[in-house]
């Protein structure tokens, strides 16, 4: 079992930057691939990033190409997403995700665990 924590989100102007957190704890988490996930309003949860338990390999959705960053630092059982260049389409609750068995996880059936959530507001 592993639980997963979010913590960063909030209100930023468009333009402006946030650092998500993940936190987990239980079951080793060096082991895991883990992943970002976002779900607005009426829409579908969707990919946003995801991680190898190395760290040696990184995917991003499309839309979040160039403007977001994802890492992971296991000795802290910790992954991050630094959110850069954010607009108001990026408002979403934000959601953590770990995999155990796949390198990196790209859909929602891969994940094993979830977060609670963490909502980012960009206002326009």
């Known amino acids: 079992q592993v639980q997963l924590v979010e913590s960063g989100g909030g209100l930023v102007q468009a333009g402006g930057s946030l650092r998500l957190s993940c936190a987990a704890s239980?079951?080793?988490?060096?082991?895991?691939?883990m992943g970002w996930f976002r779900q607005a309003p009426g829409k579908e949860r969707e990919f946003v990033a995801t991680?190898?338990?190395?760290?040696?390999?990184?995917v991003y959705g499309d839309s979040v190409k160039g403007r977001f960053t994802i890492s992971r630092d296991n000795a802290k059982n910790t992954v991050y997403l630094q959110m850069n260049s954010l607009k108001p389409e990026d408002t979403a609750v934000y959601y953590c995700?770990?995999?155990?068995?796949?390198?990196?996880?790209?859909?929602?059936?891969?994940?094993?665990?979830w977060g609670q959530g963490t909502q980012v507001t960009v206002s326009s």
């Open positions: 995700a770990a995999a155990g068995v796949p390198e990196i996880v790209v859909r929602t059936t891969q994940c094993d665990y």
């Open positions: 239980g079951r080793t988490f060096s082991r895991y691939a």
């Open positions: 991680i190898s338990w190395s760290g040696g390999k990184t």
